[in-house]
């Protein structure tokens, strides 16, 4: 199936050619034409899968149909008639850079809104009239309450990664949200909800706003063909940095993200390694908007080598064709290996995820073995063999780790399905653990 057979503008198809896509993936073939038709969506599909364009395309198409249909009533000075939420900034940022550039050819107009940055340039973007805004919720009620937004003439409303929404704290800000709302339903909004996972809350929110949705699975996108290497390298805790720096060194590797479980790790490891003379540079919840945006910028152009990340800092980025990702230490919650080991391997292409694994790991590596439903190789590099008399040790927990609750969520059903296999991994296993962060810790990460 080409994009031709979608349904799609022209305009649309032009600007998706240019992107070099030569065919839809799995959640665009099933999300496009039931948007088109203007269908209330419930899509398990989670970063990697191309759901970006999936709802980016047929929204753009919608908002331009009806500008052009004189019956439409949309005349007028330009209000907001759709919204994308998204759990983080980086996400909301590349969201929006989808919006732009798949609507390249077409006369609409959108902007970003999200915090850790000023609200007056987004203000004077907003006075300007925009059709499309993708917001993250926290800045956006900052704006419903300076009342530089007006959200009443919307038509389309998008939850991206709601799961991740509700995790982060946000289900009261997107309460609140939903509450300023014209009314759903037949004739009225149209509401695409995304989500890679579905717990009783994700439930509760599907049912509440969304009429007669139009169901979607989608595997990840690296789940067919896909090919993403898990190894763990046993290794003392005091020779993790040396080991990595060895690793990247010796095996020449040319981009890199690594995981640290706390902020502070994340900086010390990063100066570390550039003490080791690795270009590396941070990207957590502390360091300014500027700074991250800046630092994945320099990491996706290939100016810095080694980008290290917390979880949350980390989540939806999209990096095209990541080769190695490495957990400098385990995460605390099992499912967070699943994000973390998704970036790579994306787009069909092959990754390697490798994990450092000291001795007070070994019950975190258990469950993470016990969730994937198998058992990850161990291989011990020369001249790195722990030493048996170290004692493990308990594992400080940085704040954006705490947890409170440990509700199960399930996942969304077959596409969501480990694989078999030794060393291979179709990352998305069932029965996550889910965590849960109350909204004081939104901004940990
Ligand atoms: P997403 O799941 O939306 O974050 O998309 C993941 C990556 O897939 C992004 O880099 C997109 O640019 C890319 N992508 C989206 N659609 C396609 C397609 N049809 N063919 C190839 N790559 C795509």
Redesign the pocket.
């Known amino acids: 199936m080409s994009f031709e057979t979608l349904g799609l503008s022209t305009e649309l198809l032009r600007a998706v050619s240019e992107?070099g896509?030569?065919?839809?993936?799995p959640v665009?073939k099933q999300a496009i034409p039931i948007i088109l038709e203007g269908r209330d969506i419930l899509a398990g599909a989670?970063?990697?899968?191309?759901?970006?364009?999936?709802f980016t395309l047929p929204l753009l198409q919608r908002l331009h149909t009806s500008l052009q249909t004189p019956a439409s009533g949309k005349a007028g000075p330009r209000s907001i008639r759709a919204l994308v939420l998204t759990p983080t900034r980086e996400l909301a940022a590349?969201v929006a850079e989808?919006v732009v550039n798949y609507g390249k050819y077409l006369p609409l107009k959108s902007a970003v809104v999200f915090g850790g940055v000023k609200i007056n340039p987004q203000i004077q973007r907003l006075r300007q009239g925009v059709d499309i805004l993708v917001a993250t919720p926290g800045r956006l009620l900052d704006h419903v309450s300076q009342g530089t937004v007006n959200l009443s003439n919307l038509e389309i409303l998008v939850l991206d990664e709601a799961d991740r929404m509700l995790d982060m704290g946000f289900i009261r800000d997107i309460r609140k949200i939903l509450a300023l709302l014209p009314a759903s339903g037949k004739s009225g909004r149209q509401n695409l909800l995304f989500s890679a996972t579905f717990s009783e809350e994700i439930k509760q929110l599907a049912n509440g706003l969304l009429h007669s949705p139009a169901y979607i699975e989608v595997a990840r996108?690296n789940t067919a063909a896909e090919i993403v290497t898990q190894v763990v390298h046993p290794v003392d805790r005091q020779r993790k940095r040396e080991l990595l720096s060895y690793l990247i060194g010796s095996q020449d590797w040319k981009q890199v993200l690594v995981f640290t479980r706390t902020k502070h790790g994340a900086n010390r490891l990063t100066q570390q390694l550039e003490q080791d003379g690795l270009s590396a540079v941070a990207i957590h919840g502390n360091k300014s908007q500027g700074a991250r945006t800046k630092a994945l910028h320099d990491f996706k152009q290939g100016k810095v080598r080694i980008l290290v990340a917390t979880d949350i800092a980390a989540r939806g980025l999209?990096i095209?064709q990541l080769p190695h990702v490495v957990n400098y230490e385990l995460p605390n919650v099992a499912e967070d290996y699943v994000h973390r080991i998704g970036r790579t391997g994306?787009?069909g292409n092959e990754g390697e995820a490798i994990s450092l694994v000291c001795v007070d790991e070994n019950k975190l590596l258990r469950s993470i073995e016990q969730m994937i439903n198998r058992s990850i190789t161990k291989v011990v590099i020369d001249g790195y063999e722990p030493d048996p008399s170290i004692k493990p040790e308990p594992i400080s927990r940085g704040r954006s780790q705490q947890r409170s609750g440990n509700n199960k969520r399930p996942s969304f059903g077959k596409g969501a399905q480990a694989k078999n296999g030794n060393t291979r991994t179709s990352a998305y296993p069932q029965n996550q653990k889910s965590r849960r962060r109350t909204s004081r810790s939104r901004s940990a990460a």
């Open positions: 992107k896509y030569g065919q839809p993936t665009q989670q970063t990697g899968t191309g759901k970006t364009a999936g590349q989808s996108r999209d095209d994306r787009a």
